[in-house]
């Protein structure tokens, strides 16, 4: 048997042993259900309340790290650390949190107002991410898609009350979650699911 290949066999192998490899090293590893409030102000929307989830693996990992006291419950200055140490980092990762606006994106800058707490020894963060979009007689369409570019992480709507609106009452508002076929991660082998609503002044 021949023991010499041709360019395009090794290109192949080369090909598969990248795609095999890099397969191993990107799936998720952290696992977020997610809820989502839509809150609306005076004018139209004020921005996003995001409340993640966190699988027991990785709860349990932040409050070995992060709960000092060990009395299962996470105090301001706990709070704080992780902040810094386990989830500022995203930020470069847009925090997770995608949007378009009449198909234009809207880059996540900052947020405020996080917290986390420990239940039942199940992680949760919830923070605030402003994003200002003023109502008027036409709809406004908001893409939320929420995911990992990396797919270190898996991030999931809750199955019940998946969303939710606050303040909505002097606007028409019609909304639904789906897949975003106009965005794929994991080498395009996944489209991230996001909410879609469209919002207007009631007429």
């Known amino acids: 048997m021949s023991m010499k290949l041709g360019f395009a066999t090794l290109l192949l192998l ?20 997610q809820r989502l409030q839509i809150v609306f102000d005076d004018q139209g929307i004020a921005g996003f309340r995001m409340i993640w989830g966190f699988d027991e693996f990785f709860s349990s990992m ?24 386990a989830f500022a980092y995203i930020a470069e990762y847009d ?27 199940k992680l949760s963060y919830q923070f605030f991410i402003p994003c200002h979009v003023r109502a008027n007689k036409n709809f406004k369409e908001i893409i939320i898609a929420t995911y990992d570019p990396t797919y270190y992480s898996a991030i999931f709507f809750a199955g019940e009350h998946p969303a939710s609106i606050k303040n909505g009452d002097k606007f028409e508002i019609q909304s639904s979650i789906k897949e975003d076929n106009s965005t794929s991660i ?12 469209k919002f207007r002044l009631k007429l």
Do not use: M, Q
């Open 14 to 33: 080369g090909s598969i042993l990248f795609i095999c490899c890099t397969s191993a090293l990107s799936h998720p590893h952290v696992f977020i259900v």
């Open 95 to 121: 925090y997770f949190t995608f949007v378009k606006i009449n198909d234009k994106s809207f880059k996540v800058k900052w947020i405020k107002d996080f917290t986390a707490t420990l239940n039942n020894g």
């Open 186 to 197: 994991y080498f395009g082998t996944v489209n991230p699911w996001a909410l879609f609503l």
């Open 62 to 85: 932040v409050a070995d790290d992060y709960d000092k006291n060990k009395n299962r419950t996470l105090e301001p200055d706990e709070i704080a650390v992780i902040k810094e140490k």
